[in-house]
């Protein structure tokens, strides 16, 4: 069990640390990983690690933050929140399993993509329903909201992104709460997740400029790639 917790403090730091540098990856990173330890960490504790980092995040890139853009994205996040709870009422852990490897390779396939979208009201509202819907059902809820604002200044994605996280874990965390996968026992074990979650953005406020922003994102990707097929394996395990 020591090593399980350990383990998994040691996904959430070095995923809290990519999000901290490009904007996103904890979920993406660290959920088809955490899966395995313990599908009790998937979604709520993720969640929670990602308010956390978003909380942070916002606080720091608070004055790029553009508010009335954001509104079309979270809009549309609300009712993406009610599917993606919905999907988890109906769904067995198996099942799930292979749902976060779809969600994973999907998330990583728009990443490398050259579809280029701009923040218009419509594209936000869509993005934020799709954050919402796999936001809630498998922590990852980055990548639509992501690829809507990759073409736009780097403070302005840490700052937009982290602004939205905070609003919508807080109705991931409602939602889930509402269909009874987020209580004392989901709590208890995302304790030791939350200072692994600030260590990380600790070292990427102090590194982060250190390091490549394309040899990061790279090995973000391949180690999602690894991790998503390894959950979509385990379905037919």
């Known amino acids: 069990m020591e090593i399980e917790i350990a383990l998994a403090i040691l996904v959430i730091l070095v995923g809290s640390f ?12 660290s959920a088809p990983i955490l899966f395995f330890i313990d599908p009790l960490y998937v979604p709520a504790p ?11 995040n916002s606080y720091r ?5 553009s508010f009335a853009e954001l509104k079309y994205a979270i809009v549309g996040r609300i009712p993406g929140t009610v599917a993606g709870g ?9 099942v799930l399993a292979l749902w976060l490897g779809i969600t994973v390779l999907v998330a990583v396939s728009l990443s490398m993509s050259r579809i280029v979208f701009r923040p218009t009201k419509k594209a936000l509202f869509t993005a934020g329903f799709l954050s919402g819907f796999m936001g809630t059902s498998s922590s990852i809820g980055g990548p639509p909201m992501a690829l ?17 996280f905070v609003v919508s874990c807080l109705m ?38 250190l390091i ?24 037919w395990i």
């Open 18 to 29: 990519v999000q901290s540098s490009i904007g996103f990856g904890l979920a993406i990173i």
């Open 148 to 164: 809507v604002m990759q073409h736009e200044e780097n403070d302005y994605i840490r700052a937009n992104l982290a602004a939205f």
């Open 172 to 209: 991931s965390l409602v939602m889930l709460f509402s269909i009874d996968r987020f209580g004392v026992e989901e709590i208890i074990i995302s304790l030791p997740l939350m200072p692994a979650t600030i260590a990380g953005y600790w070292i990427a406020m102090r590194t982060a400029r």
């Open 46 to 56: 993720i969640t929670v690690s990602a308010l956390t980092l978003s909380i942070a």
């Open 61 to 65: 890139h608070w004055g790029s933050i």
């Open 86 to 94: 919905l999907l988890l009422v109906v769904i067995d852990q198996k």
């Open 212 to 235: 490549s922003h394309d040899n990061l994102r790279r090995f973000s990707l391949g180690l999602c790639v690894f991790a998503g097929s390894g959950a979509i394996a385990s379905y």
